[in-house]
């Protein structure tokens, strides 16, 4: 009898933690670092990918994704070998998908072809911005020349190329982010991730936002606007809404991100890195060490895990709806009853239909447009005991 995973199916997250500046949005883990010793890293990954292969031997691994951090500062020869112990490690689908995130700043054309080289497929570039004066503002360190400069290299060198947009950012008009999303199509070769300016605490927006100093922010009814222009603009040049922030042409869906949201089975190697791995029929959190540094040494000495823990049976039907409900085909709802050991159902179930939140067939539960541009509240009411 299938497992509940296989649903979603199997992937592989490699965390590369270092960059060579925080930008002030950020709340990933992601660090600053002078010196750093890629052959050690490297020796470190291969023994966390050996440890987590033991475990899951057999599976059919579908995609790989080098995200941080900025993994575009790996050694093209470690994220070389790294995917040559994979397939030793794994049988691997005929159509695997490989994606490793870059920023611009740390694009050469070289380096890109070593990656391709090596067996990267996909990239993931964090543009951003297409001004200067809001690419400062989020702190980054490329100009738009660059970005530019980046994405002809990665367009010439791959197939597939994914770039991220913020917008809702500090005094952006929804004349300007209109201006800025047809640039931005009129690069895209078949995906888009864009993204609403959120701030986070713990971060240096989240500081200067408690103190009163992160001024211009829109006000919700303007953010919603242009969530509701982005979708339609995105839809009319082809650029499909598969995600509450993602956007592709048929086909071209990130399929590793579509493992996360389908509830599938994933590891996580990396300072930080997060996983959900089924073991005899019991799916497990797994976390490990945050620390760069720790899990350096943790993983080294033969275990980078700093957390594992069975999720129950009405924790795994919750995280399934957070998950699955962020993406336009919905959820099975015999999968969740499955998980949880009854139907969705109730008051609030039949309300958010009656007032065009939601919609369910048969078989499927989705969220309609108007739902999820509230899609948090959404969820509230839908997972309310």
């Not at 986070?200 to 006000?219: I, M, S, V």
């Not at 650029?239 to 994933?266: C, F, K, T």
């Not at 409900?325 to 949880?340: N, P, Q, S």
Request: proline share 3%; net charge negative; charged share 25%.
């Amino acid at each position: 009898m299938a497992e509940d995973w296989q649903n979603g199916g199997f992937g592989l997250y490699i965390h590369w933690p270092f960059c060579q500046a925080k930008c002030p949005y950020c709340d990933f883990n992601s660090h600053v670092s002078r010196e750093i010793d890629q052959s050690r890293w490297l020796r470190a990954y291969l023994n966390e990918l050996d440890r987590v292969a033991a475990e899951t031997s057999g599976r059919i691994l579908n995609t790989v994704f080098f995200g941080g951090g900025t993994p575009s500062l790996m050694d093209p020869d470690v994220v070389a070998a790294i995917l040559e112990r994979v397939r030793k490690l794994w049988p691997t689908a005929n159509d695997m998908e490989i994606t490793l995130e870059a920023n611009p700043g740390s694009v050469e054309a070289g380096r890109f072809a070593g990656y391709r080289d090596g067996g990267v497929n996909r990239i993931s570039m964090g543009i951003q911005a297409l001004n200067d004066r809001d690419l400062q503002r989020l702190g980054r360190i490329h100009t738009v020349d660059e970005a530019r400069q980046a994405f002809d290299i990665a367009r010439k060198t791959f197939d597939r190329v994914s770039f991220d947009l913020i917008y809702a950012r500090q005094d952006q008009t929804i004349e300007s982010w209109q201006s800025e999303l047809r640039e931005a199509l009129s690069m895209a070769i078949d995906h888009l991730s864009l993204y609403q300016l959120t701030v986070e605490q713990g971060t240096a927006f989240g500081d200067r936002y408690n103190r009163g100093k992160l001024r211009g922010l829109p006000e919700d009814d303007l953010a919603a606007d242009m969530y509701e222009i982005t979708q339609a603009i995105c839809a009319d040049a082809g650029m499909l809404p598969y995600e509450v922030s993602n956007y592709a042409a048929l086909g071209s869906e990130s399929r590793h991100n579509q493992i996360y949201w389908r509830y599938g089975d994933y590891a996580g190697i990396g300072p930080g890195a997060h996983a959900r791995l089924t073991f005899d029929g019991q799916r497990h959190a797994i976390e490990t060490w945050r620390n760069p540094n720790k899990w350096l040494e943790q993983a080294e000495s033969g275990n980078g895990e700093n957390l594992r823990e069975a999720v129950p049976r009405d924790g795994q039907a919750a995280e399934f709806l957070l998950m699955g409900l962020r993406l336009t085909e919905g959820v099975d709802l015999r999968r969740y009853e499955d998980l949880a050991g009854q139907a969705l159902g109730g008051p609030r179930f039949d309300h958010l239909i009656e007032i065009g939140m939601i919609e369910v067939d048969d078989v499927r539960l989705r969220v309609l447009p108007q739902g999820r541009m509230v899609l948090n509240s959404v969820l509230a009411e839908l997972l309310v005991d």
